[in-house]
């Protein structure tokens, strides 16, 4: 993954394939001496921000950032982000040492497949300064499901703190239903709202991006199926109640372009008389499902295509 920080100090020590954007302050041009390091500032977030750079002293880029010296000794050569951001280091990173802090392209295929399922978003857009964080709820059936998705799949994004259990048996006595885990307060997540969210009658309504064939790929597929997918009939349902039929129909399109699947809808009334839309996979295209998605299937997730 190609990686362009803005470099605010020119010592010429930074890989050709940077951006390098001088800063013009008297300070900042003074050569540093052989025994003071500098101190450099990448931006993980916005890789083009002309804040991330090199500092002389630790002074000097508490003053340019912000924030407190103090928080810059805490963070130097740390083995955590600053706001989930910026990345603090005595000497300049190459490409490689740099990449261990990019999130993945695999981690956003997993939240497009998450997204399609029950996973929503927390982030008031019209709030200056929030970030935006997503949630999943899942059954306590399958918490080794929420464990693998927390610690493993989305672990760049997340903490380390256990599943959320409701209700919590430790307060309430009895045993939990549901557990639901939650990811970081990041930037990145605050730009997916104006893909999968719109505004109606006030509320936040959840429909499907109008670039899903490009975004859905089989890692994507496969959580989507691991999430709120089920085995019945000798075929693989995929729960998509949330959307409307129109939608759905648009996912049935792309499973067939894009991975030669065929589907169909499959029509379904809630206990309060609303009709709800799930997709139905054909028996004949079960096995490229299979092809496609059980090289990333936890094992326990092995039934929801028919692999006991």
Sequence with gaps: MSIIFSYLYTTGLIPATYN??????????RTPSPDKPLIWVYD???????????FITKTDCANKLGI?????RSYLDGDKLYHNKWLFSSTSLTEEELSKWVIPDSVWEIVTGEMLGDGYRKY??????????????FSSEILHYVKYLKHVALAPVCTEFEATPWPNPETTGKKATQYSISTKSLESISKLHSSWYKKED???IKFVPCNIEELLTPLGLAHWIMGDGYFSENCTF?????????DVERLIKVLGNKFGIKATLKKRKKED?????????SRLSMEILKILVVPYLIPEMLYKVGIK
């Design 273 to 281: 008389g609303v009709e709800v839309w799930r997709i139905r996979t």
């Design 238 to 246: 995929i729960c998509t109640d949330s959307f409307t039929k129109q």
């Design 124 to 137: 008031d857009p019209f709030t200056p300064g929030t970030k935006g964080r997503l949630q999943f709820t």
């Design 68 to 72: 407190n010296r103090a928080t810059v």
């Design 202 to 204: 006030g509320k936040n």
């Design 20 to 29: 390098l954007v001088p800063i013009t302050t008297k300070r900042s041009l």
């Design 44 to 54: 993980i977030i916005n890789s083009s921000s002309l804040i991330a750079g090199s």
